[in-house]
C-alpha cells in the first residue's frame, strides 16, 4: 500500500503540539503561523490510524456556520492533500450534515457553535456512530465564553475502553487581549495537564514573500496589532470600530432585499475587495465577498463574472484610482468613483455603526478585518483618535463605499429615489 501520510508536510515548530496528550492543548500564534492547518492535519492523522480506534472529534467555533468555511473546510483539504484522488476509499466527506468519517477506523468528525442556548444545550447531547467524544477543537477560542469551554471539559470523562486513547481539548487563536480568561485560565497557570504553545508567522515555511511585507508594513502601521497578529504576544486589541455585527446564515435570493450594492476597494499589494451588500429594513446584510491579492483588473473582473455578479448594480468604487474604474465600466458594469470630501470616513462609518450589520459565514476575509478594525491611538495621550488604524482594512473599505449614497440620502429604503438623485 502507499503511504498517504507522507503527502502531508508539517511545520517543525508543531512537533511538541502533536505530541502532547495533556487534556488541554493551548496553540496560540500570530496570524499565518500555521496553527490550524497543523491542527488539522494533526487531527486527520490520528482518527485515521487504526491505533486510536475509537476517538471521535468535535469541532467548535462561536458561530456555527463558519465551521464550514474554515474548519470544515480545512479538514477537508487535509484528506484531499492527504489521499488525493483515493480520497473516497478512505473517507465520507457529507457536506450539507457537516460530517466527516473515517472508513478505514469508523471515527467521526461533527461541528457545532456555541453563539446561544439551543447550542449550548445541543452539545450536551452529542452522540456518535461509534466511539466516544474524545478530542475537541476550538478554533479561535478567545470568542468563546468561559462557561463555554466548562460545559464542553464535563463531556470529556468516563472510561475509555480503548488504552491508546486519551481526551484532549485543542485551542487555537490569537492572543488577542492580555486581560482574556483563557490568558489567567490556561495559560498563566503551571498545571501539568495544560500544555502551552506559541508560534508566529516566521515559524512557518509555506508563507509566501508577499505575506512577510504585508506583516512588515504592519510592524509600522500598527504595532498594537502586530504585537498580537505579528508576534503573537498577549496584546490589547481595544477600541473596535464595529461591535453591531453578527455572524448569521442567510437566505441571499435577491428577491428578499429592499436594495443591492456592490462596493469596491482597488488594491494588488493590498487584498483588492469587493463586497457585495444587501439593504433590507434597516438592516446591512453582507451577502458575498472576492477578495484577493496580486490579481490584475481584468482577472478581478473575470472572477466577478463567474461568481454571476450584476453588471448593472451599482458598484462603488475607490476614486483614487480612475484607471481599473475605467475598465470596469468599459466591460459593461456601473461602476462609480465615491466622492470623498472631508470628513466622508467618519460620515461612513457613523452611518455603519447606527445599523445592524448581519455577515454571511462565507465572508471570511471581511469577518477577519472587522474583527480587527480599530481606532488608532494617540501615542502621547494613550487615547483613540478618530482616524481608523490604516492597515487590513480593505474590505472595511469596500464597505465603506457600498453605503454611500444611502448615507447621503439617510435612507436604504427607497432604492428608486436614490437613481432619482444620481440621474
Ligand atoms: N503544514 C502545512 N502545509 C502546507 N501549507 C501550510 C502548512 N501550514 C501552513 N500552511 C500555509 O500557511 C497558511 C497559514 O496557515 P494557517 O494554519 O491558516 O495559520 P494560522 O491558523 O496560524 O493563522 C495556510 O493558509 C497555508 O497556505
Ligand atoms: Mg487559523
Known amino acids: 500500500m502507499f503511504s498517504i501520510t507522507s503527502r502531508l508536510r508539517f ?40 491505533k486510536y480506534a475509537g476517538a471521535n472529534l468535535l469541532v467548535i467555533r462561536k458561530s456555527e456556520g463558519t465551521n464550514r468555511y474554515s474548519t470544515f473546510a480545512e479538514l ?49 447531547s452529542i452522540t456518535f456512530p461509534k466511539g ?11 470568542e468563546l465564553e468561559e462557561a463555554d469551554i466548562d460545559i464542553i471539559d464535563d463531556r470529556l470523562r468516563g472510561e475509555l475502553s480503548n488504552p491508546h486513547l486519551y481526551y484532549q ?7 488577542v487581549s492580555a486581560l482574556h480568561w483563557i490568558k489567567r485560565k490556561y495559560w498563566d497557570v503551571v498545571d501539568p495537564d495544560v500544555f502551552t504553545h506559541r508560534s508566529t508567522y516566521l515559524d512557518n515555511k509555506f508563507i509566501d514573500a508577499a505575506y512577510y511585507s504585508r506583516m512588515e508594513r504592519r510592524r509600522n502601521d500598527d504595532p498594537e496589532g502586530f504585537k498580537v497578529y505579528g508576534l503573537g504576544e498577549w496584546g490589547e486589541t481595544s477600541g473596535m470600530i464595529l461591535s453591531n455585527y453578527v455572524v448569521e446564515d442567510f437566505d441571499t435570493d435577491i428577491g428578499n432585499f429592499d436594495a443591492a450594492r456592490y462596493g469596491q476597494d482597488f488594491g494588488y499589494n493590498h487584498a483588492n475587495a469587493i463586497l457585495d451588500v444587501r439593504f433590507k429594513d434597516d438592516v446591512i446584510y453582507i451577502a458575498s465577498e472576492i477578495y484577493c491579492y496580486e490579481k490584475l483588473v481584468d482577472e478581478i473582473i473575470r472572477m466577478a463574472e463567474q461568481r454571476n455578479y450584476d453588471r448593472s448594480r ?27 470630501d472631508s470628513g466622508c470616513v467618519m460620515s461612513q462609518i457613523d452611518y455603519l455603526k447606527q445599523h445592524k450589520i448581519i455577515v454571511h459565514p462565507s465572508c471570511t476575509n471581511t469577518l477577519k478585518e472587522m474583527s480587527q478594525w480599530r481606532w488608532k491611538k494617540d501615542e502621547k495621550t494613550g487615547l483613540y483618535t478618530d482616524n481608523p488604524i490604516e492597515f487590513f482594512d480593505d474590505a472595511m473599505a469596500a464597505l465603506r463605499y457600498s453605503v454611500e449614497d444611502f448615507r447621503r440620502i439617510k435612507t436604504i429604503n427607497k432604492p428608486n429615489q436614490v437613481k432619482a438623485r444620481r440621474a
Open 76 to 124: 477537508q483539504a487535509v484528506i484531499f492533500r492527504m489521499c488525493g484522488e483515493y480520497w473516497e476509499d478512505f473517507w465520507i466527506i457529507n457536506s450539507s450534515r457537516l460530517m466527516i468519517t473515517s472508513k478505514i477506523t469508523g471515527n467521526s468528525i461533527i461541528f457545532r457553535g456555541v453563539n446561544d442556548k439551543k447550542q449550548r444545550e445541543k452539545l450536551k
Open 314 to 340: 451599482i458598484m462603488h468604487c475607490d476614486s483614487a484610482s480612475p484607471e481599473p474604474i475605467k475598465k470596469w465600466i468599459a466591460c459593461g458594469w456601473n461602476a462609480h468613483g465615491v466622492f470623498k
Open 11 to 50: 511545520n517543525r515548530i508543531f512537533k511538541p503540539v502533536n505530541e502532547t496528550h495533556c487534556r488541554y492543548r493551548v496553540v496560540l500564534g500570530s496570524a499565518g503561523s500555521g496553527k490550524s492547518v497543523n491542527v488539522a492535519q494533526d487531527l486527520i492523522l490520528k482518527l485515521s490510524d487504526p
Open 132 to 142: 466516544k467524544l474524545v478530542w475537541v477543537w476550538i478554533e479561535e477560542a478567545t
Open 169 to 175: 481539548i485543542t485551542m487555537t487563536f490569537n492572543p
